[in-house]
């Protein structure tokens, strides 16, 4: 296990709606990216966090967005859901900014969008 | 987007034999890449890395190749085995950046 959790597990939500989704990293690591991972496909850079600030952003309207917390823990936010935000959202969490650090990635949150 | 693939290649391979998994990467100022393993309800899991100054870079039972000529990464697995069955991503990176790009994932199915 890589000691980052994500809540909830499973999700149902209808169009239009809000959704926030959840992640603890693991301990001692401060940056957070999160990643959308459609059916049959390799996951998608959404953004990354690092000491509570956004440190870069993937091609994703701003409907989706984020927080780090002073524990570095995060949320993803997604407003007016549509129909292909259908995916597992994971996140992962690497122990410090950039990218030549491996990221380690909680087991995801499967959102359903009908 | 910048990681497409409709269709996940599948490689089937003999409980024992090796396996060699291969990803064309996309960006030739890629200069760090990773392989990971994802099972099923699983996110993936980090397997090994290597840096675009080496071409070769081993673990236990796995190695990785990089040719950056031909922007060409694979994963070799040792004597595979029922537990290695899971989808394989390539991800490349690029120093000032801050995300991986993945590549569309092999299916690697173990046959006993």
């Given at each position: 296990e890589t000691g980052v959790t994500q809540s909830p597990t499973h999700l149902i939500k209808t169009r239009g709606q809000q959704v926030t989704l959840r992640c603890s990293s693991q301990s001692g690591h401060n940056t957070v990216s999160w990643y959308q991972q459609a059916l049959g496909q390799g996951p998608q850079f959404i953004f990354q966090y690092y000491r509570e600030e956004e440190n870069g952003r993937g091609n994703?309207?701003?409907?989706?967005s984020g927080l780090q917390f002073p524990n570095y823990s995060s949320e993803l936010n997604v407003n007016a859901l549509e129909l292909d935000d259908s995916a597992l959202y994971l996140c992962a969490s690497s122990p410090s900014g950039g990218v030549k650090n491996i990221q380690y990635f909680g087991a995801g949150t499967r959102l359903s969008v009908l | 987007g910048e990681s497409v693939g409709l269709h996940l290649p599948t490689l089937s391979v003999q409980e024992g034999d090796n396996s060699i998994i291969n990803c064309a990467y996309s960006?030739?100022?890629?200069?760090y890449f990773i392989w990971y393993k994802q099972e099923s309800g699983k996110g993936p899991q980090f397997i090994i890395d290597i840096r675009s100054n080496m071409d070769k870079r081993q673990g236990q039972r796995v190695t990785v190749l990089l040719n950056k000529t031909v922007k060409h990464l694979s994963l070799q697995i040792a004597a595979t085995q029922p537990g290695d069955s899971a989808v394989y991503f390539c991800a490349e990176t690029t120093s000032g950046t801050y995300k991986y790009i993945f590549g569309t994932g092999t299916r690697l199915k173990v046959l006993a």
């Open positions: 994703f309207p701003p409907r989706f | 960006n030739s100022a890629s200069d």
